[in-house]
């Protein structure tokens, strides 16, 4: 079965400090892999999408940047935290190339920026 | 540009009352719809989708959906809500274009509150 996994659960940080959230998917080869993000009370924005390894591309320009150095893992980081970038950020993966595949989620990072 | 709509912020009802939650979407292309629900804290979780045939399809917990072309909807309802179904539900709607189909839009989200 396959197993997406968030990390940290939460985080507070101070504004002007770095970040990375990571997201690990297991049992699935290849998956297109997502980040979304909520702000509190509000709807999910895409923030970047990936295909295949070292391929990410932006959909919302929020001065933060992703990565995916393996097949099954999604780095979503930034070196100057503002004030804005506090909410909920969201890992999804979808099997390639299913174009009418449901979205599975992670359990999410809560991020509070003080 | 597609949009999502989804008219009621928040929704209250009785357990056992039955409950409808509103989506329209524009977009004149061929598309896929669906439906997420998230518990307070939690990630989303799927309920059901509809891309093409019958327009009434089933999901979990007995919940389930009709699609309409004509009015632009996509309506969540079940039949007899239980407290657990307390939660935000979120509609979706995607483009059916590429088997990679990248973008998603999700609506603002309704709050649905069961009462005991």
């Known amino acids: 079965a396959q197993t997406i996994h968030q990390w940290p659960v939460a985080e507070i940080k101070a504004v002007g400090s770095p970040l990375s959230l990571g997201c690990t998917i297991k049992g699935k080869s290849s998956p297109n892999l997502y980040w979304y993000w909520q702000a509190t009370g509000g709807t999910l924005q895409q923030l970047f999408y990936s295909i295949t390894v070292g391929q990410v591309e932006s959909v919302v320009q929020l001065n933060l940047s992703a990565s995916r150095p393996k097949d099954d893992q999604f780095i979503l980081s930034t070196e100057k935290l503002l004030l804005s970038h506090s909410g909920f950020y969201l890992c999804?993966?979808?099997?390639?190339?299913?174009?009418?595949?449901?979205?599975?989620f992670g359990s999410g990072t809560r991020l509070l920026v003080i | 540009t597609q949009t999502v709509s989804q008219s009621d912020a928040h929704v209250t009802v009785f357990e056992g009352d039955s409950v409808e939650l509103r989506c329209n979407y524009s977009?004149?292309?061929?598309?896929?719809l669906s439906w997420y629900i998230q518990h307070h804290g939690h990630g989303l979780q799927f309920l059901l989708k509809y891309y093409s045939g019958n327009p009434v399809v089933q999901g979990v917990n007995g919940f389930e959906a009709e699609f309409s072309k004509s009015d632009s909807s996509f309506h969540l309802r079940k039949a007899s809500v239980h407290w657990s179904d307390s939660a935000v539900y979120f509609c979706?709607?995607?483009?059916?274009?590429?088997?990679?189909?990248?973008?998603?839009?999700f609506g603002t989200g309704t709050r649905l509150q069961v009462l005991p």
């Open positions: 999804a993966w979808r099997p390639a190339g299913q174009a009418n595949s449901d979205y599975t």
């Open positions: 979706a709607v995607s483009l059916s274009y590429s088997s990679n189909t990248n973008k998603v839009v």
């Open positions: 977009y004149g292309g061929s598309i896929y």
